[in-house]
């Protein structure tokens, strides 16, 4: 089972905050990112972080979502604070092995099967 498996998330009331939790299989990967895909929309990247804890947020979410890594269980962590309507998504944790464009879904090997995230205004 080499995919990433989401958990939490939820619906919420602008303003609320949310956290979510990837279970990946190995830790041997050289990025993890969350992405989320709302109605209507593309696929938007979140933001990623690498094996040595070096992170990039998308302006959207700056200063209000904090990607952690918990290594003991394997997990990587979005939490959420301070949502907004607009934050309504599925949310993706993906998982890459050889790394490259951070923001490209293309990077990204492996993927979880997405949980959903309503933010109500």
């Known amino acids: 089972q080499m995919q990433p498996v989401e958990s939490g998330g939820g619906s919420v009331q602008a303003g609320g905050s949310l956290r979510l939790s990837c279970a990946l299989f190995?830790?041997?990967?050289?990025?993890v990112g969350w992405f989320r895909h709302a109605p209507g929309k593309e696929r938007e990247w979140v933001v990623t972080?690498?094996?040595?804890?070096?992170?990039q947020y998308d302006d959207s979410v700056r200063g209000r979502f904090t990607i952690s890594l918990d290594k003991a269980k394997n997990t990587v962590s979005l939490q959420m604070d301070n949502l907004k309507p607009e934050d309504t998504a599925i949310y993706f944790c993906?998982?890459?092995?050889?790394?490259?464009?951070?923001?490209?879904?293309?990077?990204?090997?492996?993927w979880g099967q997405g949980t959903q995230v309503t933010v109500s205004s």
């Open positions: 993906a998982a890459s092995r050889d790394g490259g464009v951070w923001a490209s879904p293309q990077t990204f090997n492996y």
């Open positions: 190995t830790l041997r990967y050289e990025l």
């Open positions: 972080r690498t094996t040595r804890g070096i992170t």
